[in-house]
């Protein structure tokens, strides 16, 4: 008959092995619902849209009906969509919005996020009159299914010609904003992720987005922007991109170091179980 210390160090093992485990990513972001995922832009009252922009997804907006500077001086790769207001894509916004809101955060970060090499999480930030003054490194320590989800207690906002760099196969569409009030994206920002904000998002001249900006009760202003998920990744699209998110409020461990944890628990229970054996061998 095991030790307890044996049953324990096994059911602690196959705990571990089952919370290691990682979801397809054919299940890519799913939280962000189906009528949700083909918009690379949409508002809640106006989309404006001013000097040469390219826009790679759906722009639309509901329960508005204004889009502006479509198809010249700005160009959409994708379709204009001006919805009722009962349109499923803002509801999509809705609970995806929420979802975000809900999640547990592993450490609070910031307010100003430049100079931070950051692991995949969940990381509350607190309003700052801005939260990237240069760059923001997200390393995905080699998992392409790592996900950053970035919770704005109020704004989002980033001065002139800030970046947010993604290393070790890291996705643009892994990388989540959830915006409490409004987000500012300055001029010449490198921006990634998908930007789900409660009121506004302006992008200001020669600021790029991989990623998506949406808006949920007021407008996307845009001028002389790239805004685009298709290359978030190898399965970026609108069919979806990285996985679910990581346990709410738990840091997740490198991908090696889950399996050196899982080998060390597997090897400790099956050398008590010999050891056990051995002992009651020797009566």
Not at 123 to 135: D, E, H, I, K, R
Not at 220 to 243: I, R
Request: charged share 5%; glycine share 12%.
């Amino acid at each position: 008959m095991l030790s307890k210390s044996a049953r324990l160090l096994a059911i602690v093992g196959l705990a571990a092995l089952f919370s290691f485990a990682r979801p397809s990513p054919a299940l890519a972001q799913a939280y962000l619902g189906s009528n949700l995922r083909s918009f690379a832009v949409l508002a809640g009252t106006t989309v404006t849209c001013a000097g040469a922009s390219t826009v790679t997804g759906d722009v639309g907006v509901s329960p508005g009906n204004a889009i502006g500077g479509f198809p010249a001086p700005c160009t959409d790769v994708g379709t204009l969509r001006t919805p009722p207001s009962s349109d499923p894509a803002q509801a999509d916004l809705t609970t995806a919005y929420t979802t975000l809101a809900g999640l547990s955060c592993a450490a609070t970060v910031g307010p100003n996020l430049a100079g931070l090499t950051l692991t995949q999480g969940v990381y509350c930030v607190s309003a700052a009159a801005s939260n990237l003054t240069g760059t923001l490194i997200l390393d995905a320590q080699g998992n392409p299914n790592a996900v950053f989800v970035f919770k704005m207690s109020s704004t989002l906002i980033t001065s002139p010609a800030s970046t947010v760099s993604l290393v070790n196969g890291a996705n643009a569409c892994g990388v989540q904003w959830q915006v409490g009030s409004s987000a500012t994206i300055d001029t010449g920002t490198t921006f990634v992720g998908n930007i789900l904000a409660l009121t506004n998002i302006s992008m200001n001249p020669g600021a790029n987005l991989t990623g998506r900006a949406l808006a949920r009760n007021a407008a996307v202003t845009m001028s002389a922007n790239n805004v685009s998920f298709a290359a978030c990744g190898a399965t970026g699209g609108a069919g979806g991109a990285p996985p679910s998110f990581p346990p709410p409020g738990v840091p997740t461990l490198p991908q090696i170091g889950e399996w050196a944890l899982l080998v060390v628990l597997l090897g400790s229970g099956v050398y008590l179980v010999s050891r056990r054996t051995r002992a009651t061998s020797g009566h």
